[in-house]
């Protein structure tokens, strides 16, 4: 089964970058759909990307021309990158192999000051 660990987050400031990878353990990983969830506090986990074996992404309204999913299988790692961060970014971001029922991560956290 895929394991998965998150890396990257950390403090950006309002309008900054910042790049995502989570590595995939195992040798299923190409067949997987994989996606990028956030969850802020007090609010329910929310999805922001996804990218599947193939590569094509999809991304959420609120993320969308800011954030670009990528995939490298022979790295076995999936990036976010976020480019024009905003407070409302702030969030514990996850990765997730295969939708809901899925293997998550165990997340990364993004602080975006103003």
């Known amino acids: 089964q895929v394991q998965l660990v998150e890396s990257g987050g950390g403090l950006a400031q309002a309008g900054g970058s910042l790049r995502l990878s989570c590595a995939a353990s195992?040798?299923?990983?190409?067949?997987?759909?994989m996606y990028w969830y956030r969850q802020a506090p007090g609010r329910q986990r929310e999805l922001v990307a996804s990218?599947?074996?193939?590569?094509?992404?999809n991304y959420a309204g609120a993320v969308k021309g800011r954030f670009t999913v990528s995939r490298d299988n022979g790295k076995n790692t999936v990036y976010l990158q976020m480019n024009r961060l905003k407070p409302e970014d702030t969030a514990v971001y996850y990765c997730?192999?295969?939708?809901?029922?899925?293997?998550w991560g165990k997340g990364t956290l993004v602080t975006v000051s103003s």
């Open positions: 997730n192999a295969g939708g809901a029922n899925g293997v």
């Open positions: 195992g040798s299923a990983f190409t067949i997987y759909t």
């Open positions: 990218i599947s074996s193939g590569g094509n992404t």
